[in-house]
């Protein structure tokens, strides 16, 4: 995730529950608060009820401690309905470490879209020294130096620590599906950058958006290019989702997957798209002489990184790097060594 932004919206009046409990922010639902193992140390999920059960949006990551918390959830929250229906809103492991244990803890019906389906699946039965010797390569050529490739080959494959499986039997979402919970019926909007079709939830007659990673209210979502596609350009797709967005009215109630609800949904559109041209004023400056991805990535992010904060940092200093470089204003080479050196185009450089 991005530094946060000045600009956040108010969020008056939601405090978070404690670990294990869950607190009601709208008539039939639920939040619920799971703790994740790094910075980022929580995850927001939400239920919702209906007569014949929950909908429980994002499960937490896949462990031990987040399986006791939910059986605290189960025991203390549901009023005795069961879990009928999990929905994913994209493949990250905070958000679908837990589906498989939900769909068979409560023989729950599984709702994504297709590609997070099938990209969550793919990476946990990735082997660990392919995805080890494919982020190498990507790396090196991004210009890490030797020590930070030594930390990142130790990593193996960190998806599939986070996400032991994912269910094998998918009900898809796709843009514009409706699903009826509780008498609102939610509407599917699906974004981009931060993962390729992730799912959001709208629901005009309860005013409220379920908006996943897609719009948080103090920081941008992770907007990165990753190894197995380094030629993507996510910001384009996370920029074109924002717009699309402001088709909810602005008083909606947004529920985010990280810090609290907010309500003033196009300021905070306005804010992050601010925020990432700010970011690539920044990187087309930075590229007057050429650049490396990881001197860009040190300009981007000027504190002290761990092992998952630099493979996020890299990626989202790559997915600028792109972003100017398919419009042209970038042109790219690579040095003896291979790695790739991005520079301001002659025709912006005379301007």
Known sequence: MDRHDPRSPRQDGYSPPGVGQAATVAPGILWVRMPLPFALNHVNIWLLEDDAGWTVVDTGIGSNRT???????????????????????HFHPDHVG?????????????????????????????NPESMVRTGL??????????????????????????????PPVLRRLRDGDGITIGGNEWRVMTGGGHSPEHVCLYSAS???????????????????VWPAEPEADPLRDFLAALERFRAVPDDT???????????????????????HRERLSE???????????????????????????????????LAHLNHLLHRGLLTRTADANGVLLFRKAADQAAG
């Open 67 to 89: 399986r006791e918390y939910w059986e605290q959830v189960f025991a203390s929250s549901l009023g005795g309905k069961p879990v009928i229906r999990v929905v994913a809103t």
């Open 98 to 126: 837990l589906a498989s244990w939900l769909v068979e803890r409560w023989d729950a019906e599984f709702c994504s879209s297709l590609t997070e389906w099938l990209l969550g699946r793919a990476l946990s039965l990735e």
């Open 137 to 166: 390569a990507f790396y090196r050529r991004a210009g890490l130096d030797d020590a930070s490739l030594a930390v990142l080959a130790e990593r193996g494959n960190a998806y599939a620590r986070g996400v032991e499986s994912l």
């Open 206 to 224: 309860a005013g409220i958006l379920i908006a996943g990673d897609q719009i948080l209210p103090r920081i941008s979502p992770n907007v990165s």
């Open 253 to 275: 109630l947004i529920l985010p997957s990280h810090d609290t609800p907010f309500r003033g949904l196009h300021a905070r559109l306005d804010g992050l798209a601010a925020h």
């Open 283 to 317: 990187t087309l400056d930075a590229c007057a002489t050429p650049r490396s991805v990881a001197e860009v990535t040190r300009i981007m992010f000027r504190r002290e990184l761990d092992a998952h904060q630099l493979v996020f940092a890299v990626g989202e200093a």
